[in-house]
T-cell receptor, first 115, second 110 residues
């Protein structure tokens, strides 16, 4: 079974530029999560999708971050414009259902550096 | 509310045991445990649910104490491959949203 795919793996941009990350979850997984992991910290949920609907985006900085999952499969997370503090690893995860009893499977992440 | 993990870091010799604690200020419904190696994605270890029993596989097990609002991860006879950062995550019962702790870094030396 293929795992969660993410691209690119690394990205370096200047502040105020825009960037987009792509995620393809495990086939059949209805729930998709985007996390931000700053060095030395635990992952922080940015947004959770159930199929193509948003379940939770309470911690997404909506003035600069946006995400979509148009067909309920793959998803894109965008940052525009980027700030220095956005430097982090962006992890995508998926689970069969968005339930407390279901494990989440993480992708390899995209390491973003904002200069 | 982010769960608090203790200790922040542990250094062991191969074969030694370790305990990592995860405490919450809110009532726990479920606790997830993940291990993350440097530069890699977190890997799922186990889930404990409210009212459930202690779980484990191989030499890694965990317990769930509802009264103390705490979960503990037990690593027995540690191996070099156990090195990494361990995260607990507490989950809401309806959406599965995980809030992770700050992590405990475990280093196992030969």
């Amino acid at each position: 079974e293929a795992g969660v795919a993410q691209s690119p793996r690394y990205k370096i941009i200047e502040k105020r530029q825009s960037v987009a990350f792509w995620c393809n979850p495990i086939s059949g997984h209805a729930t998709l999560y985007w996390y931000q992991q700053i060095l030395g910290q635990g992952p922080k949920l940015l947004i959770q999708f159930q199929n193509n609907g948003v379940v939770d985006d309470s911690q997404l900085p909506k003035d600069r971050f946006s995400a979509e999952r148009l067909k309920g499969v793959d998803s894109t997370l965008k940052i525009q414009p980027a700030k220095l503090e956005d430097s982090a690893v962006y992890l995508c995860a998926s689970s069969f259902k968005g339930l407390a009893a279901r494990e989440q499977f993480f992708g390899p992440g995209t390491r973003l550096t904002v200069l | 509310q982010q769960p608090v993990q203790s200790p922040q870091a542990v250094i062991l010799r191969e074969g030694e045991d370790a305990v990592i604690n995860c405490s919450s200020s809110k009532a726990l419904y479920s606790v997830h445990w993940y291990r993350q190696k440097h530069g890699e994605a977190p890997v799922f270890l186990m889930i404990l649910l409210k009212g459930g029993e202690q779980k484990g596989h191989d030499k890694i097990s965990a317990s769930f104490n509802e009264k103390k609002q705490q979960s503990s991860l037990y690593l027995t006879a540690s191996q070099l491959s156990y090195s990494g950062t361990y995260f607990c995550g507490i989950s809401s019962p309806d959406t599965g949203k995980l809030i992770f702790g700050q992590g405990t870094t475990l280093q196992v030396k030969p």
